[in-house]
């Protein structure tokens, strides 16, 4: 636990990545440095870490974290699919990627991420640039917006919600979380799965649009397996179905290619971890080991 974020399937992907003294290990996600720590712990005490995030804030709580490695962590604000670049040749001998946001980000409301609590209409990873969800839902079409919530909240009210949306919109701009997951929950009405807020689809939706979530994560992954070493292991923890298809999606792929399946279903939380971390309920790990040949 680190900040109030728990590191989720921390033993599965220690042990899915085979960490062992002196290997080269990315951490593609690093958010507050739990899995980054653990894998520095365990390939003591020459092993090297590279950490990326795209989220600057996360990244400097991950900074504190590792300070005890001294140099034996790097830390750099990118995004995952940047990996071939900045391992500029090197070869990794396993990669980390959690695909899911961290607590942190979720209970700091003025980051926007979630409808429990009142915050500004934010949802970016990287607040350096680029649209904001209120600049989402105050700019696209209905069309566009029925699109969006379907196809990333896959949310069967989406008609009815990015109507209600532009409705609302007209009487005033869309500000806050709060406002929104009111209008979205008067136009979706019950959930049909017990326990699930009627905002969380649209949410999801909107956040996977800021952030360009799935853009490229199939192309994205394959070029992170050709920067593993031989024997060398990638392993992706998701977290919504969308994200997870392209994971075994592109796995499959690679698997014809000389690659090797580790995981032929995905490995989920303990019911014990579940009831420390209901956030981990939705996890799937996933992992792949390049091949002698491949």
């Known amino acids: 636990m680190q900040g109030g974020h728990a590191s989720v399937l921390l033993a599965e992907s220690l042990e899915l990545l085979a960490v062992r003294?002196?290997?080269?290990?990315?951490?593609?996600?690093?958010?507050?440095?739990?899995?980054?720590?653990?894998?520095?712990?365990?390939?003591?005490?020459?092993?090297?870490?590279?950490?990326?995030?795209?989220?600057?804030?996360?990244?400097?709580?991950?900074?504190?974290?590792?300070?005890?490695?001294?140099?034996?962590?790097?830390?750099?604000?990118?995004?995952?699919?940047?990996?071939?670049r900045l391992l500029a040749g090197e070869r990794a001998d396993g990669v980390l990627l959690d695909l899911g946001l961290s607590s942190v980000q979720l209970d700091t409301p003025e980051r926007g991420f979630s409808f429990r609590t009142e915050g500004p209409l934010d949802m970016r990873m990287d607040r350096s640039g680029g649209e904001t969800a209120a600049d989402l839902v105050n700019r696209m079409s209905e069309p566009d917006l029925a699109d969006l919530i379907y196809r990333f909240g896959?949310?069967?009210?989406?008609?009815?919600?990015?109507?209600?949306?532009?409705?609302?919109?007209?009487?005033?701009?869309?500000?806050?979380?709060?406002?929104?997951?009111?209008?979205?929950?008067r136009a979706a009405g019950r959930s049909r799965r017990p326990g699930l807020d009627p905002a969380t689809r649209t949410f999801q939706a909107l956040r996977i649009g800021v952030n360009r979530e799935l853009e490229g994560l199939g192309p994205a992954l394959s070029a992170i397996a050709g920067c593993l070493a031989p024997r060398g292991r990638l392993a992706v923890i998701a977290f919504q179905s969308l994200e997870d298809r392209e994971v075994k999606h592109t796995f499959r792929e690679l698997a014809r290619e000389g690659f090797v399946l580790l995981t032929r279903r995905p490995l989920r939380p303990s019911d014990a971890e579940t009831a420390r971390n209901p956030r981990a309920r939705s996890a799937r790990l996933r992992g792949l080991e390049r091949g002698e040949a491949a």
Do not use: K, N
């Not at 795209?54 to 995952?80: C, I, K, N, S, T």
């Not at 949310?155 to 979205?184: F, H």
């Open 154 to 185: 896959e949310d069967r009210a989406s008609r009815r919600i990015a109507r209600a949306i532009v409705s609302a919109r007209r009487q005033a701009r869309i500000r806050t979380t709060t406002e929104l997951a009111d209008i979205v929950r």
């Open 21 to 84: 003294p002196g290997g080269l290990y990315v951490d593609g996600t690093v958010g507050p440095g739990g899995h980054a720590a653990a894998i520095l712990e365990r390939s003591g005490p020459s092993g090297r870490l590279l950490g990326l995030d795209r989220d600057a804030e996360v990244l400097e709580g991950a900074g504190q974290r590792l300070l005890p490695f001294g140099a034996r962590a790097r830390l750099a604000h990118a995004d995952y699919r940047e990996i071939p």
